[in-house]
């Protein structure tokens, strides 16, 4: 599956942005979807998860109740809605996608379990 996200940008403390991820294929309905970030000089972390349907969701501790991901599965497409968004939400968000049987968070906090990956979006957060 290929990965495209968008909906990056500038935005003022306390603004919002969606991002998308659109996949191509029609097998989309069976990858666990996740969203990770990278700020400058750290390592990619884990941000959001969704399962095959969109019935269960996680979040990080650090973007729980600001940050909304979600799925439309007819559209190919896996959203993360951005909201009260912090300096320190700086990054370059990707999404990720995985084939798993279970939806566990053993595992799906782990960049290394995902085999597919988007490009990239940057969400710079600055007055």
């Known amino acids: 599956v290929q990965l495209q996200a968008s909906g990056g940008g500038l935005v003022q403390p306390g603004g919002s942005l969606r991002l998308s991820c659109a996949a191509s294929?029609?097998?989309?309905?069976?990858?666990?979807m996740g969203w990770f970030r990278q700020a400058p000089g750290k390592g990619r972390d884990f941000v959001a998860a969704?399962?095959?349907?969109?019935?269960?969701?996680d979040y990080a501790d650090s973007v729980k109740g600001r940050f909304t991901i979600s799925r439309d599965n007819a559209k190919n497409t896996v959203y993360l809605q951005l909201n009260s968004l912090k300096p320190e939400d700086t990054a370059v968000y990707y999404c990720?996608?995985?084939?798993?049987?279970?939806?566990?968070?053993?595992?799906?906090?782990?960049?290394?379990?995902?085999?597919?990956w988007g490009q990239g979006t940057q969400v710079t957060v600055s007055s």
């Open positions: 969704i399962n095959w349907r969109g019935g269960s969701t």
């Open positions: 990720a996608a995985a084939q798993r049987n279970q939806y566990d968070s053993s595992w799906f906090t782990n960049d290394v379990e995902y085999e597919y």
């Open positions: 294929g029609r097998t989309f309905s069976m990858y666990i």
